[in-house]
């Protein structure tokens, strides 16, 4: 059982990595600007799940695999990048389909991309071997546990600052959409943020 006081010194740490600007703030910028404010809420569950799925396996041990072997880092890294260079495509040629009455990203269509945005970062599972264990009481009780009940704080947090970026985004954009000229230049932008996220993760280092 986590104790209070490691509870209250976890959680202001938990918040200050939450409000630093990042991937998933980035991405759910871009998801609001793109397709207005339910895909960037729905993008930010996808990526708050699938943190919860890095801390599943850090917390099992299985996180520490893919921060000892490079080539399945790798390969996850490569599958991030691909994928991320795909919503940039897809974001530049729709600057029209953000102008229009339906969303370019549907919410769940939304969920799935942070989930897999988040999965093919495989700096976040390092970033969770680093990090949660400095809270862990192996005396406290199960490990796992403590590592579910610390990313569910993470999770939540997180879920609430990049939804409310996302939001704000979602918010310019919409009033941005009645023109075309601006409609091509959000397409242009939230492209321009999802290949910096694709470029970020191929140039990333293991440690």
Known sequence: MIDAVTLLAFVPA???????????MMF?????????RGAAVAASAGISVGGMVHVVLAGLGLGAVVATVPALFDVIRWVGVGYLLYLAWGAFRGGHAARSDRPAFSPMRAFRAGLLVNLTNPKVILFVLAFVPQFVRP???SVLGQFLVFGVVLGLGGFVVNSAVGI?????????????????????IS???FAALALRLAILERA
């Open 191 to 193: 492209g321009t943020i």
């Open 28 to 36: 759910c910028l871009g998801q609001g600007l793109r397709s207005g």
């Open 14 to 24: 938990a918040l200050a990595l939450n409000v630093t600007p990042g991937a998933d």
């Open 168 to 188: 704000f985004a979602g918010g310019a954009g919409r009033w941005l959409a009645g023109s075309a000229a601006a409609g091509r230049w959000l397409g242009r």
């Open 139 to 141: 005396e406290a009780g």
